[in-house]
């Protein structure tokens, strides 16, 4: 690895973080299978609290560009159809997995929120992001008339998304994917003019 090279300590920082978690990941791990030099983490970083943002930010950043590469496809017209198409992806992706890999944020969200008031605010900061991506194909779809309007589309966003967090970890904890398929294929049906 190069001596500064940030992005690759970021890349093994998120991998631990997601296998094994934040409090179960030492800074000794961290350095050791990134070859990252001490001073340069430090001096980069500060502390792991500090690194752990750097990771969360990283995370949310690529996770966006996932969703907006869906969502905002205008190849696809209805964004009713992107949705279901994300819906899809997400389901696949996770049985192809074994819902072995999670969402980083929703990782710090059950280990870290209750107890580390800046790992819960940049946890929140990343998934606002990604509800705005929601948000904005949600817009898309009552301007096309495929999404009711009587309800404020942020909030069908926090709906939703919290529907895909929700299926996916009963689906993990049934081993059994249909249960993300319906959590999605319900809440796109509420959403549905």
Do not use: W
């Amino acid at each position: 690895m190069k001596k500064h090279d940030k992005e690759s300590v970021i890349k093994v920082g998120q991998n631990l973080f997601k296998t094994i978690g934040y409090y179960n990941t030492g800074t000794e791990e961290i350095l050791k299978q990134s070859d990252y030099p001490r001073s340069s983490f430090y001096y980069n970083f500060k502390s792991k609290e500090k690194f752990a943002e750097h990771v969360l930010e990283y995370y949310g950043n690529n996770s966006v560009k996932f969703y907006r590469s869906i969502l905002e496809d205008q190849k696809v017209k209805s964004p009713m159809k992107r949705f279901e198409l994300f819906s899809i992806l997400m389901a696949d992706m996770a049985s192809k997995n074994e819902f072995k890999s999670e969402c980083l944020i929703q990782k710090f969200s059950v280990e870290c929120a209750g107890n580390n008031e800046n790992l819960r605010d940049m946890t929140q900061k990343q998934l606002n992001k990604l509800l705005l991506v929601f948000k904005t194909c949600i817009d898309a779809g009552k301007n096309a008339g495929e999404v009711r309007t009587d309800l404020e589309s942020i909030e069908m966003a926090k709906f939703l998304h919290a529907q895909l967090y929700g299926g996916f970890l009963l689906s993990r904890l049934q081993n059994n994917i249909s249960i993300l398929k319906n959590n999605m294929a319900y809440a796109l049906d509420f959403m549905r003019v």
